[in-house]
């Protein structure tokens, strides 16, 4: 809890990106949240590779994650990070607009740890990310930090 | 078939419209008879293709059974022909035996006469022993020959002959040659002798006559039984090469129907695939820009809230409310679409727990309103209870939002079993209801009958109550007049053995 872990965010859309900042912010958790545009930066970041190679190494406290993105897609990212000893036990939350079964289940197959559908509503859009921001990234004990 | 000229009266031609050149007038029974073949044609072209057929096959086969018995009737003939051919040559025969013995005794009998010697008297009493057995012979062949009468009078004569001889041998034996010599040279019964010569040429020829005609009867009855067999082939031939065309064609058809089946199935599949990526591609991508449109919104309002006046704050609330609302479209269609494409789950759905339930989801969202809900007792269905959860979720929220205006809103669900694999289950309700006359819309993809600004909705709810009955092989139907409520009714097949 004393070692600030930051939040990943994995969202195409600078827009949406924006939005989900901007309701984080209303709480004071934004600083903690880092944005990743693809697939590919997620995992770059996950394996400090790339731009983040100079980053100093250690999961983040939480995964958002996006259905869509380019290069790399969500599902393809998730299946890598829980069929990776190290980063099995990041908590992964798909944040999609998504509200197809097939996502779903194909989803919570590969271990997703939540499926949240993005609102169109903006002030539920705002709730919705900040209790996420809150419980994984505030109240939800992450796994230890090691092996 | 009739003729055709019988009874038509040749006065009446048809009218004709007029020819830019005269011709040749067609002669009249010609012109009938065309007329009597456009009209027979007619007359089939009413009958439906199966009809024509069996009648085509019930002549052929009429006709092969005439061939047969005709053809049977000739061999007939001909058999008898030959039976009576063999009994004339027997008769003839025999004839000749006769004719000969009677030879051989009657010059035998004048030497006796003469010579007393009685071994000339052999052939005489050979004849003797052999007339009984000759006189039966004669008799079955009297009938098939039909000269009875000559062989009757042949009989006689030569019984008479044999008399007269037995008693001139009488007559030698106890008065001697003179007393036999007169009778002795001409020989005695000349003339019955002659009779019988007569009686036997006569036999001999009228059986050679009828053989002859006979003959020439056969002829002409196997000519005819090998035409008739002939033209029985034909038929036959003709019947064959139609069950031929008849089957050849119905397996063309059939497999042109399975590959035209096939190719529509791939197309409806392709089609399928399609639509499964559009609704995705729509529940993704759609969203999105929306989402922004109400955010960025939002975030100005709140950013300028000073600086905005009211106009303006109105323009952004709309803004909103706009992008809200297509939102709440497009999650409803995609339900829709998702109602009609989905797997369907084959459970028993316990209709009062699921009624239950809506209502109690319902609840949130009454904020306070006390609405008298009764609730009868209902069956347990087979279907997919997803699916069938919507469909209450749609008829109850339905109800609870146009009773909305009612002081006391009441809504009433219950269940009527009217037939033995079906029951029907209605939601009824004192609200504003419809006008009958637009019952047909009601349950319209983005039919609506009201306004917006009197009753929110998309106009997909009913549609989607009524796709998914459909898919249950149920119906949907509705009853309502205005202001005066409108009731909601759903039947769905349900197995026998559930009581």
């Known amino acids: 809890m004393t070692t600030v872990k930051p939040i990943l965010l994995a969202e195409d859309n600078p827009r949406d990106a924006e939005l989900a900042l901007a309701a984080m912010e209303e709480h004071h958790i934004a600083d903690k949240v880092v944005v990743c545009h693809d697939g590919a930066e997620v995992l770059d970041y996950l394996y400090c590779r790339g731009a983040f190679k100079s980053r100093q190494c250690g999961n983040p406290v939480v995964v958002f994650l996006d259905l869509k993105m380019p290069k790399v897609d969500g599902i393809e990212v998730l299946r890598t990070i829980k069929s990776d000893a190290n980063l099995k036990p990041i908590p992964v939350v798909m944040l999609t607009s998504s509200r197809e079964e097939r996502d779903l289940a194909q989803s919570y197959a590969l271990g997703a740890n939540a499926y949240v559908v993005k609102p169109v509503e903006f002030q539920q859009f705002i709730s919705a990310v900040k209790e996420l921001g809150i419980f994984w990234g505030v109240i939800n004990e992450p796994p230890p930090e090691g092996n | ?499």
């Open chain 2, 1 to 499: 078939m009739e003729s055709a000229t019988q009874d038509r009266p040749s006065t009446s031609p048809p009218a004709v419209p007029p020819l830019p050149e005269p011709v040749q007038p067609a002669p009249g029974w010609l012109r009938l008879f065309g007329e009597r073949a456009q009209r027979f044609t007619a007359w089939m072209s009413q009958w439906s293709i199966e009809q024509r057929v069996l009648a085509g096959f019930g002549l052929v086969f009429l006709g092969i059974i005439a061939i047969s018995i005709m053809s049977y009737r000739n061999t007939a003939v001909v058999v008898k022909n030959s039976r009576l051919d063999t009994s004339s040559h027997e008769l003839v025969q025999l004839l000749s035996s006769i004719e000969e013995a009677l030879i051989a005794a009657e010059s035998g009998h004048r030497r006796y006469l003469v010579t007393g010697d009685e071994s000339y008297l052999k052939p005489y009493r050979a004849l003797m022993e052999q007339m009984p057995e000759f006189s039966r012979y004669l008799e079955a062949l009297a009938d098939p020959s039909g000269q009875r009468e000559r062989i009757t009078e042949m009989e006689r004569l030569i019984q008479k002959q044999l008399e007269i001889e037995t008693n001139a041998i009488h007559q030698r034996s106890t008065q001697g040659a003179d007393a036999v010599r007169h009778l002795a040279l001409p020989g005695v019964a000349k003339r019955e002798l002659d009779d019988v010569h007569r009686l036997i040429a006569d036999l001999e020829s009228a059986e050679q006559q009828a053989t002859r005609a006979r003959v020439l009867k056969s002829a002409g009855t196997t000519r005819n039984t090998i035409a008739l067999l002939a033209l029985g082939a034909v038929l036959q031939l003709v019947l064959l090469g139609s069950v031929y065309f008849l089957i050849h064609h119905d397996i063309t058809n059939r497999r042109r129907v399975a590959a035209e089946l096939r190719r529509q199935g791939e197309l409806l599949q392709a089609a399928n695939k399609e639509l499964e990526a559009f609704s995705y591609s729509v529940s993704h991508d759609l969203r999105a820009p929306l989402r922004h449109i109400d955010g960025y919104a939002a975030l100005l309002s709140k950013s300028a809230a000073e600086t905005l006046n009211d106009k303006a704050k109105r323009y952004l609330e709309t803004i909103s409310a706009s992008a809200k609302q297509m939102g709440q479209l497009i999650d409803d269609l995609l339900v829709f679409s998702r109602m009609g494409r989905q797997e369907m789950l084959r459970s028993t759905v316990n209709l009062n727990q699921l009624v239950k339930t809506v209502i109690h989801d319902l609840r949130l969202d009454l904020q306070g309103k006390t609405i008298s809900w009764t609730i009868g007792s209902l069956p347990d269905v087979p279907g997919d209870p997803a699916m069938l959860r919507q469909v209450f979720m749609n008829l109850l929220t339905n109800a609870v939002k146009f009773t909305a205006t009612r002081a006391k809103p009441r809504i009433e669900i219950g269940a009527t079993r009217d037939t033995a694999g079906e029951v029907t289950i209605f939601v009824r309700d004192n609200g504003v209801g419809f006008d009958m006359q637009y019952v047909n819309k009601l349950f319209g993809v983005f039919q609506r009958l009201h306004r917006n600004d009197e009753f929110e909705g998309t106009g997909i709810g009913l549609a989607n109550v009524r796709r998914i009955i459909h898919r249950h092989g149920g119906r949907t139907w509705a009853e309502g007049a205005l202001d005066q409520g409108a009731t909601f009714y759903l039947s769905l097949p349900v197995k026998r053995t559930s009581s």
